[in-house]
C-alpha cells in the first residue's frame, strides 16, 4: 500500500468501485473477481486498531486478518472488547488510531451507510424491526425511496430461498418468531450482496434447534467466497461453526488459532486466562415446599411485554429449579410477579411459606423470608450513585439497619464491609458508590447481600450474565452452598450449560407458560430446546426425532 | 469543531465549586451589562452586592427575603431529590397567603391576637399551600398527569384566585376601594427577632425547616426511599419502597413549606393580603435549590444570594435608574450560569475535526 494513500483513500471513493446496496443485480462475481494483488489475498485486515474511552481501553492495538469465504469468530468474554472492535468496522465508530485494509485498500469507514457501500453487512444482537409492517416493508425502509415493494418481496423470496432461510415477505414481523425475525435480518443483509457479514451473538435468542439451522446457512454463505464475522462466548458454537478463531481479552488480542483443532477448555485458558473450576453436585433430599404458585395468569402491563397463563410450579427448601427459556418468553414478568415488583396477581396465586402474598409489594414479600437477584444489576439491584453500604437498605431494612425512622449507618457500613469481605468483592470499601464497580464485582455484592439475609426463598435471575469466568464460577458456587443449607433456589437462565450445572429440577417457560418440571439427571439439551419452542405436551418418545420444531413466539 | 467529552470521573469538588463560580460569572455578566448601559460598574456592583449589608438595617431586610426564599428552596430540594417537578412552590405560596391571611381576618374580627392565633393562622396557611400541591399530586398520582405543567397552571390560578378574593369579599370596606383587605392587628403579626428592624420569626423558622430538611434527607429512612425513588425507580420498586408514597411526602412538604412562606408574608412585611403577595418568591426559589445543589443546608447560601439580587434590583432602580426588570434579569442569568457549570462537571470540551 502506497503510503501516499493513506488518509486519503476515503469510501467515497472506493464506492464507485464496489456495489451500493441498491445496486442488486451484480452477482457472486465480486467474490472472486478482484484477486489481482498480493493484498488482495485478506478481505478485511485490521492493523494496531486502538480505540480508548474515557475509563478504559477497548481496543488496544488490535490486529484482526479475515480471509474471503472464511467464517472467522471473535471470541472473548463480556467487556472484552469485541463490540467496540466490531462497531469500528462497521464504521459506527472511529478509531483513535490504526488502519483498515479492505479487499487490500487501506480505507476510512465514516458511517455505517459507507461501510454498507463496501459490502459489510452486520446483523445485531437485538433487532430493529417495526412489529406492525410487514417483511418487505420493514427492509424496503433501508433501501432507496423508489423501491417497487412486489419487486423486492420476489427478490426477498428468492435470496431467502437461496439460503435456505424459510421467510414470508408478506407477513407483519409481530407474528414472527425470534428466529424469523432474525432471518429477516439476515436476508436485509444478504440482499446487499456482503462480501463481510458480521453477526453479533446470533445464537442468545435461539433454541438449540434453531442454531443447527442458522449455521447451515452460514456455513452455505461462506462457501459462496462471502465472509463472516461471528461474534460469541460460546465455546462449543465456535468448536463448530468455525475456521478461526480470535481470542479477546480486556481489549487484546490473546491468541488466533483453528478452533477445530482446540479443546473447550483450551480456548477457555485463552479467554478468561484460566480454566473455569467445576461445581461438585450432591443430590439432596428437598425439604417442606417453601413457594408455590397457582395458576398465576397476569395480562400485559404494556403492548410489547408477555402475558403469562396459568403458572403452577413449586420450589422446595434444599433444591435449585432452573427456569430455562429463549429471552422474552415471560422471564420478565414472572419475576416481577414473584419478587412483589408487580403486585397485580391474584393473592392466592403465589403463595410463600403457606401465606399468599400475590398483592404483596417487595418488602412485605422479604420480610416474609424471600430474596431476590435482579437482572439488572445498576438501576434495580443497586443505584449507582450511592454507596455500597447505602445499598444495603435496599433489601436490609430490619431493625439492625433502621432505628426509630432513623438509618444506623455504622451498622450498614459494618455489613457492607462484611460482605466485602466474605464475598471477595474488589472495591474501594464500604463507601465505594456501586457505579464505581466492575460489573462482576458488584454482583457478587448484590448476591453476597442477599444471601447475607439468610432468605428462605433466593429469586436469581441471570446469575452469571456479563460476568467472568471466575466471579461467575464463585456465584453458582454460593448458591449451590445456599441450597445446602436448606433455601429455596429458583434461578432464571438464559444459559442453558448454568442451570445444568446448579440445578436440581428444571422448568422451561415459553410463550408466558411454564413447563412441568423434569429431573435435571432425566433433561437432556435437545428435549429442553424443544421443550423451549413451547412444545412439552407431546410424548417424550417424539422428541428425539423431531426435525422441525416450531420456534418460539416473538415477544 | 467543538464537541463535548463525558468525564470519567466528575469531580465533587466542582460539584460544589459550581454554585460558585455560576455566581461569579452573573458578576461578570452584570459588570457587562452595567457598561452597555453607560453606568459605572463598580458603583453597580456596590449597589447590588455591597450596599445591602453595610448595615444591621440591610442585613435585616436580606433576612426578610431569606425567609420565604428558603422555605420554599428546602420543600424544593425534598422534591427535585424524588424527581418530583414541582415548579408551582409560587402558587402553593399564594394559597398559603389566601387561607392563612383569611384566616387571621377572620380570627381578628373576635381576638386580638397571641401566640395561639398565631400558630392557627400559620397552620392555615400551611394547609392552604398543601391542598394547592395535593391537586397536582391526586392528578399525578391517579392519572399521570405531569407535575410540570399542572402545577405551573395552577400558579395562574391561585393567582387569579387571591386577586377575586381582594377584590371582593376580602376587600377592606373602608379602604377606598383598593384591591387589598384590612390591615391586620398587630397582635396577629410575627414577633420580631431583630429589635427596630422588619426581620421576623419567619427567618428562624426557614432555618429550622433547613435544619429538619437535612436530617429528613441524609439521616431518616423515609428521606432516603424517597431519593432512591428519585435516583432509580426500578431499584426502588425492588426495594419496595412505595412511589405513590414518595410523591405524596414530596409534595406535601413542599405544599406545607411554601404556604408556610406565604402565610409568612402575610403576617410579617405585608401585614394585609395584597394581589401582589410575593414578587415571584417561589419561581426564584427553583434557582435557590438548584444554586444550593438541592442540599437543604446549601440553600441557605443560595437564598442569601438570591435575596441580595431582590434588594440590589430594588435599590439599583432608586439609584442608578435601572429598569424593574433587573432582579428578572440577575436571576435568569444565574441560572444560566449555573447550568452552564453543571455541563462543565461531567462533560469537557476538546476541539475535534
Known amino acids: 500500500m502506497p503510503s501516499v494513500y493513506q488518509g486519503i483513500y476515503s469510501v467515497?471513493?472506493?464506492?464507485?468501485?464496489?456495489?451500493?446496496?441498491?445496486?442488486?443485480?451484480?452477482?457472486?462475481?465480486?467474490?472472486?473477481s478482484q484477486k489481482d494483488d498480493g493484498d488482495m489475498d485478506t478481505r478485511l485486515k485490521l492493523r494496531g486498531i486502538t480505540k480508548r474511552y474515557p475509563s478504559v481501553v477497548a481496543n488496544d492495538a488490535i490486529d484482526l486478518t479475515v480471509l474471503p469465504g472464511e467464517i472467522h469468530s471473535v471470541?472473548?468474554?463480556?467487556?472484552?472488547?469485541?463490540?467496540?472492535?466490531?462497531?469500528?468496522?462497521y464504521g459506527s465508530v472511529k478509531p483513535d488510531q490504526g488502519q483498515v485494509f479492505w479487499n487490500g485498500r487501506e480505507v476510512s469507514i465514516a458511517n455505517p451507510s459507507a461501510a454498507r457501500d463496501l459490502g459489510i453487512a452486520m446483523v445485531f444482537q437485538h433487532f430493529s424491526?417495526?412489529?406492525?409492517?410487514?417483511?418487505?416493508?420493514?427492509?424496503?425502509?433501508?433501501?432507496?425511496k423508489n423501491t417497487k415493494l412486489d419487486e423486492l418481496a420476489k427478490r426477498i423470496e428468492t435470496t431467502a430461498k437461496q439460503y435456505g432461510l424459510d421467510l414470508e415477505p408478506q407477513r407483519h414481523?409481530?407474528?414472527?418468531?425470534?428466529?424469523?425475525?432474525?432471518?429477516?435480518?439476515?436476508?436485509r443483509a444478504l440482499l446487499t450482496k456482503p462480501q463481510l457479514l458480521i453477526l453479533d451473538e446470533p445464537t442468545s435468542v435461539l433454541t438449540p434447534q434453531a442454531v443447527e439451522r442458522l449455521f447451515e446457512t452460514l456455513r452455505k454463505l461462506a462457501s459462496e467466497g462471502c465472509s463472516i464475522l461471528y461474534i460469541s462466548h460460546k465455546l462449543d458454537e465456535i468448536r463448530a461453526l468455525c475456521h478461526t478463531c480470535t481470542v479477546m481479552r480486556g481489549g487484546k488480542v490473546t491468541g488466533t488459532c483453528d478452533p477445530t483443532q482446540e479443546t473447550a477448555a483450551g480456548l477457555s485458558r485463552l479467554m478468561i486466562g484460566a480454566e473455569p473450576p467445576a461445581i461438585k453436585h450432591v443430590e439432596r433430599q428437598p425439604g417442606a415446599t417453601m413457594l408455590k404458585v397457582n395458576n398465576l395468569s397476569?395480562?400485559?402491563?404494556?403492548?410489547?411485554?408477555?402475558?403469562?397463563?396459568?403458572i403452577c410450579f413449586e420450589l422446595k427448601a434444599g433444591e435449585i429449579v432452573g427456569i430455562a427459556g429463549v429471552s422474552g418468553n415471560g422471564q420478565q414478568e414472572l419475576l416481577a410477579a414473584l419478587s412483589g415488583e408487580d403486585p397485580r396477581a391474584d393473592s392466592a396465586a403465589i403463595v410463600l411459606q403457606d401465606q399468599p402474598v400475590g398483592k404483596m409489594n417487595a418488602a412485605g414479600r422479604r420480610l416474609r423470608g424471600l430474596g431476590f437477584v435482579p437482572e439488572e444489576r445498576l438501576g434495580r439491584g443497586a443505584v449507582p450513585d450511592l454507596s455500597l453500604a447505602q445499598n444495603l437498605l435496599l433489601s436490609h431494612q430490619t431493625s439492625e439497619t433502621v432505628n426509630r425512622g432513623f438509618v444506623r449507618f455504622n451498622a450498614i457500613s459494618q455489613i457492607a464491609a462484611n460482605i466485602i469481605q466474605r464475598f471477595k468483592v474488589k472495591a474501594g470499601g464500604p463507601h465505594a458508590t456501586a457505579g464505581s464497580l466492575s460489573g462482576g464485582n458488584l454482583q457478587k455484592y448484590i448476591v453476597g447481600r442477599e444471601v447475607m439475609r439468610d432468605p428462605k426463598v433466593l429469586i436469581v435471575a441471570q446469575p452469571t450474565w456479563g460476568v467472568d469466568v471466575g466471579a461467575a464460577a464463585q456465584i453458582r458456587a454460593e448458591l449451590v452452598a445456599l441450597r445446602d443449607a436448606g433455601c429455596a433456589l429458583l434461578v432464571i437462565s438464559e444459559?442453558?450449560?448454568?442451570?445444568?450445572?446448579?440445578?436440581?429440577r428444571l422448568l422451561v417457560i415459553a410463550k408466558g407458560r411454564v413447563s412441568p418440571s423434569i429431573k435435571r439427571a432425566d433433561a437432556s439439551i435437545d428435549q429442553i430446546g424443544l421443550w423451549m419452542s413451547g412444545l412439552w405436551e407431546q410424548p417424550p418418545a417424539a422428541t428425539t426425532t423431531a426435525a422441525t420444531p416450531v420456534e418460539v413466539s416473538h415477544a | 469543531m467543538l464537541k463535548l467529552e463525558p468525564r470519567t470521573n466528575p469531580s465533587v469538588l466542582?460539584?460544589?465549586?459550581?454554585?460558585?463560580?455560576?455566581?461569579?460569572?452573573?458578576v461578570l455578566c452584570g459588570v457587562a451589562l452595567f457598561l452597555s448601559l453607560g453606568k459605572n460598574p463598580l458603583e453597580g456592583l456596590e449597589v447590588f452586592f455591597w450596599e445591602p449589608i453595610s448595615n444591621l438595617q440591610g442585613w435585616a431586610e436580606v433576612g426578610v427575603k431569606v425567609a420565604p426564599l428558603l422555605l420554599i428552596a428546602v420543600g424544593l430540594a425534598v422534591c427535585y431529590r424524588a424527581n418530583v417537578f414541582n415548579i408551582g412552590a409560587e402558587g402553593q405560596l399564594v394559597l398559603g397567603a389566601i387561607t392563612g391571611g383569611w384566616a387571621a381576618l377572620h380570627l381578628n374580627e373576635s381576638s386580638t391576637g397571641g401566640a395561639l392565633m398565631i400558630a392557627l393562622v400559620l397552620i392555615a396557611g400551611m394547609l392552604g399551600g398543601m391542598l394547592w400541591a395535593a391537586i397536582t399530586t391526586i392528578l399525578r398520582d391517579r392519572f399521570n398527569t405531569s407535575e410540570i405543567l399542572v402545577s405551573l397552571m395552577l400558579v395562574y390560578v391561585a393567582q387569579l384566585l387571591l386577586s377575586y378574593l381582594v377584590h371582593g369579599v376580602l376587600m377592606?370596606?373602608?379602604?377606598?376601594?383598593?384591591?387589598?383587605?384590612?390591615?391586620?392587628d398587630d397582635g396577629f403579626l410575627l414577633p420580631i427577632v431583630v429589635h427596630g428592624t422588619r426581620l421576623h420569626l419567619g427567618i428562624l423558622m426557614a432555618l429550622l425547616a433547613s435544619g429538619l430538611g437535612w436530617l429528613f434527607l441524609s439521616k431518616s429512612f423515609s428521606g432516603f426511599k424517597l431519593q432512591v425513588g428519585g435516583m432509580a425507580p426500578m431499584a426502588a420498586r425492588y426495594a419496595g419502597f412505595s412511589s405513590r408514597k414518595s410523591l405524596w411526602t414530596s409534595m406535601m412538604i413542599c405544599g406545607a413549606l411554601a404556604g408556610l412562606a406565604g402565610v409568612c408574608e402575610v403576617l410579617g412585611p405585608v401585614g394585609q393580603l395584597t394581589p401582589t403577595i410575593s414578587p415571584g418568591y417561589g419561581f426564584a426559589a427553583i434557582i435557590v435549590a438548584y444554586v444550593g445543589r438541592l442540599h437543604p443546608i446549601g440553600v441557605i447560601f443560595s437564598s442569601f444570594i438570591m435575596a441580595l439580587f431582590y434588594i440590589g434590583g430594588e435599590l439599583s432602580q432608586s439609584r442608578l435608574g435601572m429598569p424593574n426588570a433587573i432582579t428578572g434579569v440577575f436571576q435568569g442569568i444565574l441560572l444560566f450560569s449555573l447550568l452552564a457549570c453543571d455541563v462543565l462537571i461531567h462533560y469537557k470540551l476538546s476541539w475535534r475535526k
Open chain 1, 12 to 32: 467515497h471513493v472506493t464506492e464507485n468501485i464496489f456495489i451500493g446496496p441498491d445496486d442488486l443485480t451484480l452477482e457472486a462475481q465480486q467474490y472472486t
Open chain 1, 75 to 89: 471470541l472473548g468474554e463480556n467487556g472484552a472488547g469485541k463490540s467496540t472492535l466490531m462497531k469500528i468496522i
Open chain 1, 129 to 144: 424491526l417495526f412489529d406492525t409492517l410487514t417483511v418487505t416493508e420493514n427492509i424496503a425502509l433501508g433501501l432507496p
Open chain 1, 173 to 187: 414481523v409481530h407474528t414472527l418468531s425470534v428466529g424469523e425475525c432474525q432471518r429477516v435480518e439476515i436476508v
Open chain 1, 298 to 310: 397476569l395480562a400485559k402491563s404494556h403492548p410489547f411485554a408477555t402475558a403469562l397463563s396459568d
Open chain 1, 495 to 504: 444459559e442453558l450449560d448454568e442451570l445444568f450445572e446448579i440445578s436440581d
Open chain 2, 14 to 26: 466542582m460539584s460544589w465549586m459550581s454554585p460558585v463560580f455560576a455566581v461569579l460569572l452573573t
Open chain 2, 172 to 184: 377592606d370596606p373602608d379602604g377606598a376601594n383598593f384591591p387589598q383587605s384590612k390591615l391586620l
